[in-house]
């Protein structure tokens, strides 16, 4: 069986999800599996965001855009660290991920 993607629907859910969870409970099962989620879209997200930050022509933008992926790419890896403000971090880096990826999607030709 094969697993469905995500779609941006279930991905801004989950950011929601993460900053209300920072806020209350950044412990337990149900965090785990939220930051595993946000790790997950991370993977799906960068490549198309860097695509993005890459063609910015404002050197100033695309250098933000750039570091902000590359931050993300980090908080893939890192599996350490408050877990509140981990949560935090992963759903901000997906939030901006989702944005940038986006722009490539828009414009890119239907097949």
Avoid at 4 to 26: F, S, Y
Avoid at 74 to 88: E, I, K, T
Wanted: aromatic share 6%; hydrophobic share 40%; net charge neutral.
């Amino acid at each position: 069986m094969t697993e469905t993607p995500p779609t941006w629907i279930d991905m801004g859910r989950d950011v929601d999800l993460a900053l209300a969870l920072a806020q209350g409970r950044p412990t337990g099962p149900a965090a785990d599996e939220v930051r595993k989620r946000l790790r997950s879209y991370i993977g799906l997200l960068a490549d198309p965001a860097e695509e993005y930050a890459k063609g910015l022509a404002d050197s100033r933008a695309r250098d933000i855009a750039t570091a902000t992926v590359d931050h993300a790419r980090g908080l893939f890896r890192d599996q350490d660290g408050d877990s509140a403000a981990m949560l935090r971090l992963l759903g901000k880096a997906v939030y901006y991920l989702m944005r940038y990826a986006s722009h490539i999607q828009q414009h890119r030709p239907q097949q």
